[in-house]
């Protein structure tokens, strides 16, 4: 008979159907979430910096997941060219960071294409962390940025965390069964109902009433984070890697954690693009 330590054995006790990696996994978004906040908060060069350095971490497990053998200066010229583009976005200088991204791309398409590496992949990393990047940006330098983007943020945080929550407790049907074996409906049911909770929780203490537009922008936003989720997924499965990285604790890698935010990025600017009366503007 083997017998659980006891460090096992209450720690299954206190997380239950959560999992004995739950306190981990909280305990490093919650530090995560608030160096977020402040970043926001402070706007222009910090919360650019602290965007690059994600980038930058990103663009290392980017670059040991899809490109045999690493290479440091696949990750180095994805980095680079997001910097570059980050510092003449803070500016609202958007042309040029737009070609700075564009250089970048092109220049690591050359680089892979020299040293027998997968072009795709190499093109495809400055331009899958950087327009993110550039997008965020946009969207803190506008009037009351830094509230429609820690809106922003609680969305996605909301998604995150309950679709794992509820999946683990209800588990049920897989969502994607060949490209996530974890990912359940019940998960994509529940991210999606906290994306609305928290969200709207957060418009009324900001003074803000969530109506219909705003929970249609909260449901958007919330499916393109988890479809974001499954595409890295579908990546790592591509190369069969189960994480990204090493980086954070109970998560894996930065890239794992952040995965949902570069999709719905996208979502949101387009919102905010396509809606002159947006509730945090």
Not at 11 to 38: C, E, K, M, Q
Not at 110 to 136: D, E, K, T, V
Request: glycine residues 10%; charged residues 10%.
């Amino acid at each position: 008979m083997t017998v659980a330590s006891p460090d096992t054995a209450s720690t299954r006790s206190a997380w239950g159907p959560l999992g004995s990696d739950f306190g981990i996994r909280l305990a490093s978004a919650l530090v995560l979430f608030g160096i977020a906040l402040l970043v926001v908060w402070l706007g222009g060069w910090p919360f650019a910096a602290w965007i690059v350095l994600a980038c930058a971490v990103m663009a290392v497990e980017w670059e040991r997941m899809t490109q045999s053998p690493f290479h440091w200066a696949g990750a180095l010229l994805a980095i680079a060219g997001i910097a570059i583009a980050a510092a003449f976005a803070v500016k609202a200088l958007y042309l040029y960071a737009c070609i700075a991204l564009g250089v970048a791309a092109f220049v690591a398409f050359l680089h892979a294409q020299l040293s027998g590496r997968h072009r795709r992949w190499a093109f495809a990393l400055p331009l899958y962390l950087g327009i993110p990047a550039l997008l965020l940006i946009w969207l803190r330098n506008a009037p009351d940025g830094h509230l429609s983007v820690l809106w922003f943020l609680f969305v996605v945080w909301a998604t995150d965390s309950w679709a794992m929550i509820v999946g683990r407790v209800f588990k049920g049907p897989l969502l994607a069964p060949v490209i996530s074996p974890k990912k359940t409906w019940s998960g994509f049911i529940g991210g999606t109902l906290g994306a609305i909770g928290i969200g709207s929780l957060f418009a009324v203490v900001a003074g803000r009433t969530p109506d219909v537009g705003l929970v249609a922008a909260m449901v958007a936003i919330s499916l393109t984070a988890q479809a974001g989720d499954v595409l890295e997924s579908a990546v790592k499965r591509r190369f069969r890697a189960k994480d990204a990285g090493a980086a954070i604790p109970g998560h894996g890698g930065v890239l794992d954690r952040l995965d949902s935010l570069l999709s719905s990025t996208l979502a949101f600017a387009l919102i905010r693009a396509l809606w002159p009366g947006f509730p945090f503007s």
